[in-house]
């Protein structure tokens, strides 16, 4: 048995992790509350195009936002890599390379939304198609963005029960805490795969139900790395 000692380099990245979990939730909380909800009209591509030409800057700023939280991603997926890498490497780099495909689904959010306000702007090539069928083709691409976040979903619910599987090994965190993180996770990934197959489990199953214990844990873990960091490992035996 191995002891797996913590050095300066892994508590580093455990502040960095626990800030960038937490900044991850104030980013989203932001776009979709502050921008998103108060620009988009469910089933109304004409009121939905006539906010959004409205309020450019602003939907700019969500398109922003969605840059920043890829930022955010590869930042977390780095941090916890240097963390976990010592329990064990492979792991490790499956679950940074599943975040890795989350932050990519997160791009390509940006790019629709920035083609979706492309479509009611003033372009010479525009005027091909009426004003109706512009906006439904913008609200198509906001649509979009809503399928790259579904499809990039079970790849974020791996990606956290490795983690937790890792974190669980270690015990640099508390093992409640670590099990804790397993059960939403597989959870969530359970959820995308069936919502992706059947796509009216969300009438069964809340969609806001996916991921949300799974958000709970990782802003709970973001808060103990932060505040309490590392503990000292125990034994790590072979995986």
């Known amino acids: 048995m191995a002891i797996s000692t913590i050095d300066e380099s892994q508590r580093k990245a455990a502040k ?11 980013i989203v909380v932001f776009a979709n509350y502050g921008i998103n909800f108060r620009l988009i009209v469910p089933g109304n591509a004409a009121d939905t195009a006539r906010n959004i030409v409205a309020h450019e800057t602003l939907f700019r700023l969500n398109i922003a936002c969605n840059l920043v939280y890829v930022v955010n991603i590869l930042v977390l997926l780095t ?46 090539y525009l005027p091909v198609f009426n004003v109706g069928q512009l906006q439904t083709l913008a609200r198509l691409h906001l649509v979009s963005t809503y399928d790259a976040y579904y499809v990039g979903l079970p ?11 890792l974190w669980f090994k270690s015990r ?68």
């Open 155 to 165: 790849f974020w619910g791996v990606a956290s029960t490795v983690c937790s599987y």
């Open 16 to 26: 960095v992790a626990g800030c960038t979990f937490l900044l991850a939730m104030a």
């Open 172 to 239: 640099y965190i508390p093992r409640a805490l670590a099990v804790f993180g397993v059960i939403p996770s597989v959870w969530c990934m359970i959820c995308a795969f069936i919502f992706i197959v059947f796509p009216d489990f969300d009438a069964a199953v809340n969609a806001w139900w996916f991921d949300l214990p799974m958000v709970v844990f990782e802003m709970t873990l973001g808060l103990w790395l932060l505040f309490k960091g590392l503990s000292p490992s125990g034994p790590v035996g072979p995986l």
């Open 79 to 124: 941090a916890l890599y240097v963390i976990l890498k010592p329990v064990n490497r492979g792991l490790a780099l499956m679950a940074a390379s599943c975040r890795l495909v989350l932050a990519l689904m997160w791009g390509i959010t940006a790019l629709n939304t920035l083609a979706a306000l492309r479509l009611l702007g003033h372009a010479a």
